[in-house]
């Protein structure tokens, strides 16, 4: 089983003539991925062999869908043109669109975000600024290495692309079922609470590893979720201990208020909601170890 993504899913990248496009199309196409179309409207009607492999060129989303039957958008698009890319896969009702870019002016996500729910939510958004999401064996939408783990038993959701990385290696010998990196944006589409629900769901996910980090809220209220919704054993890890207050760390969304948003407050609303955290990353990856047997 799967959240979101499987062998199934039919994908076409948006800014996929780009270089960044290109590249990640490449390794999304060597992961098993079922690329079907790209995305430019100065280039519809042609097409790019990678690899071998020839993939036609839309002039929109829409056409892209109409032609292929596609599912899932990979957005590769300059953060000054990523909120109208993303209008436009909302708008062609694409089920789901992943927002790799990085650097969206919160605004714009903001305003996609709404425009998104103002349409009834037929377009799930996964990021912006995230990895995307990776169902190991079936397909990869973004950029998640492929080869760093298996499928199994484990699904993870993560705000840090890099901590996605970390605990899909120290956990390779269990593997996952999928695994979804949020973003770490202050706007967000797809939440914790939206893939812990999807997790829970999951028939074939035994136990979900949880990745916060400082800033927000977000931990708490997935902590909530968990207490009132969740049967399945949670593992988590909180990044940014260390992290001094008013600080932005890394990611936009990651700035301490006094004691809101801390990593030591986000730890103890998700102990008491029964999760086991980790110190570390490693530690966490044998929590999870220990728990799964």
Same mark, same amino acid.
């Given at each position: 089983?799967?959240?979101?993504?499987?062998?199934?899913?039919?994908?076409?990248?948006?800014?996929?003539?780009?270089?960044?496009?290109?590249?990640?199309?490449?390794?999304?196409?060597?992961?098993?991925?079922?690329?079907?179309g =790209?995305?430019?409207?100065?280039?519809?009607?042609?097409?790019?062999?990678?690899?071998?492999?020839?993939?036609?060129?839309?002039?929109?989303?829409? +056409?892209?869908?109409?032609?292929?039957?596609?599912?899932?958008?990979?957005?590769?698009?300059?953060?000054a043109?990523?909120?109208?890319?993303?209008? +436009?896969?909302?708008?062609?009702?694409?089920?789901?669109a992943?927002?790799?870019t990085?650097?969206?002016?919160?605004?714009?996500?903001?305003?996609?975000?709404?425009?998104?729910?103002?349409?009834?939510?037929?377009?799930?958004?996964?990021?912006?600024?995230?990895?995307?999401?990776?169902?190991?064996?079936?397909?990869?939408?973004?950029?998640?290495?492929?080869?760093?783990?298996?499928?199994?038993?484990?699904?993870?959701?993560?705000k840090?692309?890099?901590?996605?990385?970390?605990?899909?290696?120290?956990?390779?010998?269990?593997?996952?079922?999928?695994?979804?990196?949020?973003?770490?944006?202050?706007?967000?589409?797809?939440?914790?609470?939206?893939?812990?629900?999807?997790?829970?769901?999951?028939?074939?996910?035994?136990?979900?590893?949880?990745?916060?980090?400082? =800033?927000?809220?977000?931990? +708490?209220?997935?902590?909530?979720?968990?207490?009132?919704?969740?049967?399945?054993?949670?593992?988590?890890?909180?990044?940014?201990?260390?992290?001094?207050?008013?600080?932005?760390?890394?990611?936009?969304?990651?700035?301490?208020?006094?004691?809101?948003?801390?990593?030591?407050?986000?730890?103890?609303?998700?102990e008491?909601?029964?999760?086991?955290?980790?110190?570390?990353?490693?530690?966490?990856?044998?929590?999870?170890?220990?728990?799964?047997?």
């Open positions: 089983m799967a959240i979101f993504l499987n062998k199934d899913s039919k994908v076409i990248v948006q800014g996929m003539t780009g270089a960044t496009g290109m590249k990640h199309t490449k390794l999304m196409l060597a992961d098993g991925t079922n690329i079907v =790209g995305v430019n409207p100065r280039k519809a009607g042609t097409s790019v062999d990678i690899d071998g492999t020839d993939i036609p060129v839309f002039g929109t989303v829409a +056409e892209a869908m109409e032609k292929t039957g596609a599912n899932v958008s990979v957005l590769f698009v300059p953060p043109f990523s909120k109208a890319a993303v209008i +436009e896969a909302i708008d062609a009702e694409i089920p789901l992943v927002v790799i990085e650097g969206i002016a919160v605004h714009d996500s903001a305003a996609f975000w709404a425009y998104a729910q103002s349409k009834g939510n037929k377009t799930r958004i996964i990021g912006p600024n995230c990895p995307g999401l990776i169902t190991p064996g079936q397909s990869n939408a973004g950029i998640i290495p492929g080869d760093i783990t298996k499928p199994g038993r484990i699904g993870l959701v993560s840090s692309g890099t901590l996605t990385y970390q605990m899909m290696y120290e956990l390779r010998d269990i593997g996952f079922s999928s695994a979804v990196g949020i973003g770490g944006d202050p706007v967000i589409g797809t939440t914790h609470i939206d893939a812990l629900a999807a997790f829970e769901a999951d028939p074939e996910t035994d136990l979900i590893v949880m990745i916060g980090e400082i =800033g927000g809220d977000a931990e +708490e209220r997935a902590a909530d979720f968990i207490k009132a919704n969740v049967t399945k054993p949670v593992v988590g890890y909180v990044a940014g201990f260390t992290a001094p207050e008013g600080k932005t760390m890394g990611h936009a969304g990651a700035i301490v208020s006094g004691s809101s948003g801390t990593a030591q407050a986000k730890k103890e609303a998700l008491a909601a029964g999760v086991k955290v980790g110190k570390t990353p490693t530690e966490t990856a044998k929590l999870a170890r220990e728990l799964l047997g």
